[in-house]
């Protein structure tokens, strides 16, 4: 069964070598990995689906919490969720089958980002599945390149990713606006989980001497 689990990382060099040893390392198949910055300059998000029952995904989730580098692991088990994937796709397009290729890219909300004498380049996104058809559709054209870039997925609603304390359904909750997030633990060890703001002028007055 394929689970999707989310991690947040420093961001530091090597950082995707270790996530990627240790998977290596203990045998867990990874369907998809991509990493990408978030809303904090110090971490990166790391979205990974695996391959795996429950208990598997449960030793997943927990050797991924030991990597010193990984701040917070998180799994979308039992949370609703929304997930997209990007694909570029470049397709044998001669004059008569040009239009044919063009109108089937807009009925899957796609765009033509290139066309060449021979060719055409498709980029759409969307889920798995959707991308999958439009391969399917578009396969008897000639498929000369196709790039994706894999799952990245973020809960529904209000239930954000966050580095500060769980709510009571066990989500993690946000930081109210203003505040400093406190230290969140990291492999063992603290890792002060602000957003790399500067104090203010009023706070640094504020601060006593020493």
Do not use: C, W
Not at 73 to 87: A, C, E, G, I
Not at 162 to 180: F, K, Q
Request: glycine content about 8%; proline content about 6%.
């Amino acid at each position: 069964m394929r689970h999707v689990i989310t991690a947040l990382v420093m961001n530091e060099p090597g950082v995707l070598a270790h996530v990627a040893n240790m998977f290596s390392a203990r045998g867990f198949n990874i369907d998809s990995l991509v990493v990408g910055r978030t809303e904090d300059p110090q971490l990166s998000r790391m979205t990974i689906v695996v391959v795996a029952d429950d208990r598997t995904l449960d030793q997943v989730r927990k050797q991924l919490a030991k990597i010193v580098t990984v701040v917070k692991v998180r799994d979308y088990r039992d949370t609703p969720f929304v997930s997209r994937d990007l694909m570029l796709v470049k397709l044998s397009a001669s004059p008569r089958t040009r239009s044919e290729i063009i109108e089937l890219a807009s009925l899957f909300r796609g765009h033509v980002l290139d066309v060449g004498h021979n060719s055409l380049t498709v980029e759409l996104s969307g889920e798995e599945d959707k991308l999958d058809a439009f391969i399917d559709l578009v396969r008897p054209y000639g498929i000369r390149e196709l790039a994706r870039t894999g799952m990245i997925a973020m809960a529904r609603g209000g239930h954000a990713m966050s580095l500060v304390g769980e709510d009571g359904d066990g989500t993690s909750a946000s930081a109210p606006s203003g505040t400093v997030p406190p230290l969140a633990q990291a492999g063992g060890r603290p890792v002060r989980a602000a957003a790399g703001r500067m104090p203010t002028q009023e706070e640094l007055e504020a601060t006593p001497p020493g």
